[in-house]
């Protein structure tokens, strides 16, 4: 069954180092993944998506993601986090049938002082 | 441009009650889906309508659950009778006729089954 797996339930990361939130998923075709972030009381927002091309894509707030097809991988990273960046973070894949998304669990960020 | 906008925030009701959440899409947005969240799990389907049509409801957890979507604009989730199991964040998200370009999520209903 396809999967979307965050292998990273909380990260802790001091304010102005880099961030890498970890993603696999498991499917036989090019996927279309996305990274959402949920802010406390927020709905999730989208931060970037991939469906083909360029395997590094940009996203809003500074963040960006490489698709690597040869380790089903599809990090997320930062170069220099901000407090604001503190939230629980969400990759997914659409289905095969391309109807719904498959989430990870997610991973809580904490950013320290 | 209004977000997806859901209520209520917040419910909490006894056992056996029944609970009605509404979503409100993007206007314009012929996709509307449902996903809920229980606690320490990932988010999960629900189902997914295109206008007033159920495309797929696979991820409705019994027939205790009932997403109505009326004239192609909000939809409602009715839970009847509401069991303990039933407690999560429920999401309502919502994409324009190309869905592939993303899905838009509305802050989620917590609801809390006692």
């Known amino acids: 069954a396809q999967s979307v797996t965050q292998p990273d339930i909380h990260i802790t990361v001091s304010e102005g180092a880099s961030l890498e939130l970890r993603c696999n998923y498991s499917?036989?075709?090019?996927?279309?993944l996305f990274w959402y972030v949920q802010s406390p009381g927020q709905g999730l927002q989208l931060l970037l998506k991939?469906?083909?091309?360029?395997?590094l894509v940009q996203g809003i707030k500074g963040f960006e993601a490489e698709f690597k097809r040869s380790q089903s991988s599809f990090n997320l990273r930062k170069p220099s986090v901000h407090w604001s960046d503190a939230a629980e973070y969400f990759c997914?894949?659409?289905?095969?049938?391309?109807?719904?998304?498959?989430f990870g669990k997610g991973t809580t960020l904490s950013v320290s002082s | 441009e209004a977000g997806v906008t859901q209520f209520p925030s917040h419910s909490v009701i006894e056992k056996g009650q029944t609970v009605t959440l509404r979503c409100d899409p993007i206007?314009?947005?012929?996709?509307l889906y449902w996903y809920r969240r229980v606690m320490g799990k990932e988010i999960k389907f629900l189902l997914h309508?295109?206008?007033?049509?159920?495309?797929?409801e696979s991820g409705m957890p019994n027939n205790r659950f009932l997403a109505e979507r009326t004239g192609g604009t909000y939809s409602t989730l009715k839970v009847q009778p509401a069991e303990l199991e039933d407690s999560g964040v429920y999401f309502c998200?919502?994409?324009?006729?190309?869905?592939?370009?993303?899905?838009?999520f509305g802050p989620g209903t917590r609801l809390t089954v006692l």
């Open positions: 997914a894949a659409w289905n095969q049938a391309g109807t719904a998304l498959i």
């Open positions: 309508f295109v206008k007033e049509s159920k495309q797929d």
């Open positions: 206007s314009g947005h012929d996709n």
């Open positions: 499917y036989g075709a090019t996927p279309y």
């Open positions: 998200a919502s994409s324009p006729r190309v869905a592939a370009f993303g899905q838009f």
């Open positions: 991939y469906f083909s091309g360029d395997t």
